[in-house]
């Protein structure tokens, strides 16, 4: 059957003929297919702005940004998530803290980070923004976190890497109320792709523009927003100190035809879980468990072993049988990096515990009942 990754791409001939089109065309780098795509993701999202970036981890860094952290500041996430959403605080030279994870949905744990705030606010260390993930595309428990941002004061970025298509109650990701900035991942193995690339979505008008201007250098070309009003066409100002974070018009002309098939991709990762659901139900596994509040976009497919040993022993089985299984992830308050700043073994018990028995499945969209089946078949052979 081949090798079955635990994620990849789907491309079709319309999304190559997308992206040939932009190659004949007068524009390769940011031309109009940016802000169409842009249009595409807040029309699915309900989400007022976009701003489509090189990847997500510039996109965190310029929500962080745009949200005013700094040095002297502070940043908490989770330690189940991709190293970003904690480097992003690191990038803009604050301190970055983390919250432990809830044992039933691996999102943050709202008790956690109640607890957390409180010997904060004691100590005069309360964060300035909050990074929370939306781990396997399952929303956090956002009334809760807003509530608590109400009461303590900091910044709430989304990161929805994972979760472009979930829902939160009435909500899309993308516009759920009393958050800041939300960040979408276009990595290959994410639900769409634009090869690499990421986005930023918010409501506010002012963060929206601070982002535009850090994304391209911080300058400003709008006649009426320029110090010098003196200057002609030509003229541009250097406002802040900004970056070269944008998207090519190449890779947004693959992410608008990508969005057009999103409802599909969603359709199919749901079906495939329901499947794994179904036919795993008997084997000593936990599986993934979805909060009644939210609809989940199933970026992936997480398991829970008994044991580290019998985790470690069916990885190796697994990949041995060509089944790409991942682990996500390595605490990453436990990286060697946040060790050298302090963080320790036991600063997030559940996190570790998750850690050391999760098992990724492969899931993506073009995964056939074919290969899901025999993904099926070698653990019910490994496991009984």
Not at 18 to 24: G, K, S
Not at 135 to 143: H, K, N
Not at 374 to 383: G, P, S, T
Request: proline content about 5%; overall charge negative; hydrophobic content about 40%.
């Amino acid at each position: 059957m081949g090798y079955i990754p635990y994620g990849r791409q789907s491309i079709t001939e319309e999304d190559i003929a997308a992206v040939v089109q932009v190659l004949r065309s007068d524009w390769l780098t940011q031309g109009p297919s940016v802000p169409l795509f842009e249009k595409a993701v807040c029309d699915a999202t309900g989400a007022k702005y976009a701003l489509a970036v090189s990847n997500a981890t510039a996109a965190l860094h310029l929500a962080c940004l745009a949200l005013g952290l700094a040095p002297g500041k502070r940043l908490w996430t989770v330690s189940n998530t991709f190293l970003a959403s904690a480097n992003c605080g690191r990038y803009c030279g604050a301190a970055v803290q983390f919250v432990d994870i809830d044992p039933r949905t691996y999102c943050l744990s709202v008790d956690a980070l109640r607890a957390k705030l409180e010997q904060a606010e004691r100590d005069g260390t309360l964060p300035d923004v909050l990074v929370a993930v939306d781990f396997a595309g399952q929303p956090c428990d956002y009334t809760h976190v807003v509530d608590l941002k109400r009461r303590y004061g900091f910044r709430l970025i989304e990161d929805a890497s994972h979760a472009i298509g979930a829902t939160y109650g009435d909500f899309r990701v993308g516009s759920i109320p009393g958050v800041d900035c939300t960040v979408f991942s276009f990595h290959p193995v994410k639900l769409i792709t634009t090869g690499e690339g990421g986005m930023v979505l918010t409501d506010d008008a002012a963060i929206a523009h601070q982002l535009g201007l850090l994304r391209s250098h911080g300058i400003e070309r709008t006649p009426g927003l320029l110090q010098d009003q003196t200057q002609g066409a030509w003229y541009y100002e250097q406002q802040t100190l900004g970056f070269n974070y944008r998207m090519t018009d190449m890779q947004a002309a693959l992410g608008c035809a990508q969005m057009l098939r999103l409802p599909a991709f969603l359709a199919r990762r749901r079906a495939l879980c329901a499947r794994y659901d179904e036919a795993l139900a008997s084997l000593p596994l936990v599986l993934p468990w979805q909060a009644p509040q939210t609809c989940s976009a199933r970026h992936l497919y997480p398991v829970l072993l008994p044991d580290a040993a019998r985790r470690a022993k069916l990885f190796a089985q697994m990949r041995a049988a060509d089944i790409g299984v991942q682990v996500h992830y390595v605490p990453v308050h436990l990286q060697p990096y946040y060790r050298a700043l302090g963080s320790q073994e036991g600063d997030c018990p559940v996190a570790e515990a998750y850690a050391a028995r999760t098992l990724s499945l492969p899931m993506y969209a073009d995964l056939s009942d074919a290969q899901q089946d025999e993904v099926i078949a070698r653990l019910k052979e490994f496991l009984t």
